[in-house]
């Protein structure tokens, strides 16, 4: 169906407690325009990708007291907007470092969410696990973010090690490419953000020279502790010595 721009009455922007999508009855978030016969329509101007919105704004349609609390917990809210200005969440990213635990286990869940509405491509935020299950549950969350997890690993050899064409040994960088792969079917554009395939990474070799390096400091230690004990016992001989001659 096609709408001429002069049959544009309004555009605005809403923030999704206005309208929902005619067919899906979805949450609607983004730009709007309405036409002269008062009908609502998704985007700024009409296309082919524009579809019929209902206004759903005296329906009594907020969100629930718990999905409030979720909002007030994860800091979320949104500047106040105006038609020529795309929402800032202030969501803030955490940084994820490994544990012990996890380099013992050799992996570790990488939790990514992205805004439904954005401009940008690589506009991906990482977050805690507690986040991110906050976030899963609540429908009114889902509405506003894109949601994704995969492994991300840690150690063993940086690239696939094969046998006979027969992979035998996954590697850290072949390995964390399939994983974001995989969850780019849920977030795409998500290899645009993470691109340092061995972040965090502790690689067979780098694991080896680390136990050297341990062991020699061992080592090290335990023959400073053995000289320093010979060392006091000769001279506190020594000085018994030197007192009994004095007699």
């Keep these: 169906m096609y709408i001429p721009i002069s049959n544009i009455v309004e555009i605005n922007y809403t923030d999704g407690f206005k309208f929902a999508v005619e067919s899906t009855q979805q949450k609607y978030i983004g730009y709007y325009h309405k036409d002269k016969n008062g009908n609502y ?10 579809v019929r919105l209902i206004d759903i704004s005296n329906n009594g349609d907020t969100l629930l007291n718990n999905d409030v609390t979720k909002l007030n917990y994860l ?3 949104y500047d106040k907007l105006n038609p020529k200005v795309l929402p800032n969440t202030s969501i803030q990213s955490d940084f994820i470092y490994p544990t012990t635990q996890d380099y013992i286990n050799g992996f570790f869940i990488r939790y990514v969410i992205k805004p439904v509405i954005s401009s940008q491509l690589n ?15 609540s429908n009114d969350l889902l509405v506003l973010y894109k949601p994704t997890s995969f492994i991300w690993k840690l150690t063993g050899p940086l690239y696939d090690v094969y046998r006979n064409n027969i992979r035998i040994m996954p590697g850290i960088i072949d390995s964390n490419k399939r ?3 995989e969850a780019e079917k849920f ?21 080896k020279t680390q136990e050297i390096q341990t062991t020699q400091t061992t080592q090290t230690v335990q ?7 010979v060392s006091t016992t000769q001279t506190i001989g020594g000085t018994q010595s ?4 004095g007699y």
Aim: proline share 2%; glycine share 4%.
């Design 187 to 207: 977030i795409p554009n998500l290899s645009l953000y993470f691109t340092d395939l061995i972040q965090f990474n502790k690689s067979q070799e780098s694991l």
């Design 223 to 229: 023959t400073t502790q053995i000289i320093q004990s």
């Design 179 to 181: 994983s974001i792969a």
């Design 41 to 50: 329509w998704s985007g700024q101007t009409h296309t082919d990708l524009s």
């Design 75 to 77: 800091n979320i809210g």
């Design 123 to 137: 506009d991906f935020i990482e977050i805690t696990n507690t986040k991110y299950s906050t976030i899963i549950q």
């Design 242 to 245: 030197s007192q009994g001659s």
